[in-house]
């Protein structure tokens, strides 16, 4: 049965979310550098819904964009729905339907046909959620992260090569460069464009945007608008990028930090980070439970680790190790130290295992809580009743990442966010904004 092009269903088997007030892109995209000229805008739609077969209706003009996080620990399909009310009104984000497998992609780094199945099974959804007649117009990407930039280049390829042939066999508008890795600092300029985006900061006169930190399980970015003179001229050239959005130019401070991801962080201080195969050694730490012995598979590598058996244990001496992770390896812009940030993905998962912030809320925690928390747990390992014996490194490591790494003070508040309006915190959004204007799907 062939849909009604004049109707639209937004029914999936994934979570639907609203973004409740209906966020206008109007901002975002009558203001892109590259806007289209009217003429071309007019084709566009005259195209997809010819005036004479659709009645102007709020429902009509619903279009999609599909983006796939390839994580290092996950891969999540974000399908975002935007709706053109009429003519003359600029589309709005309505929603947004997400799903996530585990792990990533870098896990079949030996079966790439396997892993490019777990894509599959997440673009089927993307099947039920985009009406039929959408399927030819509606985008789908794919970009991975720090999972596949720290695989082999041959590896990564393989398994890159294989989503694009799932890609390509399906009804979506496959563009160029559809399947790729990301540059590292785009990820931070994109959920920095999300977070803002969505806080309604890259709107009207009076913008006052917010830091973005991403905690991922490879690696982790810090982004900011920097406002004194000095960052700009004490940061390293490759930190700081010109970025052309919403009728502004914003120059982002950015730096994704490979190999300072939560997991990755994990493998360093148990200094067993880069090693392709850990040969059945057996790494210990004095931040993991002293009885512990266990495995653990990340990047397709499998590590044997433990507790210091006979040595100590707690914060004391987990500190220093995971301070020997951090310590000097970072750039500190002085800027950061009194101003607040959004937080996200592992600093908000790690509040939420240890009762910080509640898991839907979120909230506002100062860098002080997260040590105070890692006090709590390492020096008190052995009661502790953790679904995992690496919280005391996690939480004990972010304090120093916090710290150390960038150098944020104590009391520093960070605003701990999943959702805005009940879209995900994620770089995607910021990205299908690209993805969209750079297809001219936007006018
Ligand atoms: O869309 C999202 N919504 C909420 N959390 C997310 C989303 N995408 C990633 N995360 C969080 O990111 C963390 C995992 O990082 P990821 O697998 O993306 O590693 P990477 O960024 O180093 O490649 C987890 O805390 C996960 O909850
Ligand atoms: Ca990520």
Redesign the pocket.
């Known amino acids: 049965m062939i849909a009604d092009p004049c109707l639209t269903a937004s029914s999936g088997s994934g979570r639907m979310a609203s973004s409740g007030l209906s966020i206008l892109l109007a901002l975002v995209f009558s203001s892109f550098s590259f806007v289209l000229s009217h003429s071309n805008r007019v084709m566009w739609f005259q195209d997809l819904f010819p005036p004479n077969v659709c009645p102007i209706n709020a429902k009509a003009n619903t279009f999609y964009g599909i983006m796939f ?6 891969t ?1 399909i ?1 399908i975002y729905t935007f709706v053109q009310k009429s003519p003359e009104n600029l589309p709005e984000l309505e929603g947004e339907i ?1 799903e ?1 497998v585990k792990p ?1 992609l870098s896990a079949y780094a030996d079966q790439p046909e396997k892993g490019a199945e777990t894509v599959k099974r997440l673009l089927d959804m993307a099947i039920d959620a985009v009406p039929p007649h959408l399927w030819k117009k509606t985008p789908v990407v794919l970009k ?4 596949l930039r720290l695989l082999s280049e041959e590896k990564a390829q393989a398994l890159l090569l294989e989503v694009k042939e799932v890609f390509e066999e399906s009804p979506f508008l496959v563009p160029e460069n559809s399947v790729s890795i990301m540059d590292g600092s785009y ?1 931070g300029i994109l959920a920095w464009i999300t977070v803002n985006f969505l806080t309604g900061q890259l709107s009207g006169q009076n913008q006052h945007t917010v830091g973005t930190l ?7 970015q810090i982004t900011f608008l920097p406002r004194f003179e000095e960052t700009l001229k004490e940061s390293p050239g490759d930190f700081l990028t010109s970025f052309e959005m919403f009728n502004s130019t914003y120059k982002l401070y950015t730096h994704s930090y490979l190999g300072f ?4 962080a994990r493998l360093a201080t148990l200094g067993a980070l880069n090693m392709e195969a850990a040969d059945g050694q057996m790494f210990r730490s004095s931040c993991l439970p002293k009885q512990l012995e266990a495995e653990w598979h990340f990047g397709g590598v499998k590590y044997r680790y433990g507790g210091n058996k006979e040595g100590e244990t707690g914060f004391k001496p987990c500190y220093l190790e995971v301070l020997k992770v951090v310590k000097g390896k970072l750039h500190q812009p002085d800027e950061i130290r009194g101003s607040s940030f959004y937080a ?3 600093y ?2 790690r509040a939420v295992d240890t009762n910080l912030i509640d898991y839907e809320q979120g909230g506002v925690l100062e860098v002080r809580d997260f040590e105070r928390k890692a006090k709590e747990v390492c020096d008190n390992m052995e009661r502790y009743n953790s679904a995992s014996p690496f919280l005391c490194m996690d939480l004990t490591y972010i304090t120093a990442l916090l710290k150390e790494g960038f150098g944020f003070r104590d009391n520093t508040l960070l605003q701990l966010t ?2 805005v309006n009940n879209i ?3 770089w ?1 959004l910021g990205a299908t904004f690209h993805l969209l204007q750079s297809l001219g799907i936007t006018y």
Not at 69 to 74: E, K
Not at 214 to 220: N, R
Not at 261 to 264: F, N, Q, V
């Open positions: 996080d390839a994580g290092s620990t996950g999540r974000h997400f996530s990533g991975a992260t720090a999972g990820e991403d905690l991922g399980g490879a690696s982790t991801g939560l997991k990755a996200f993905s592992y908000y998962d999943k959702k995900e915190t994620s995607t």
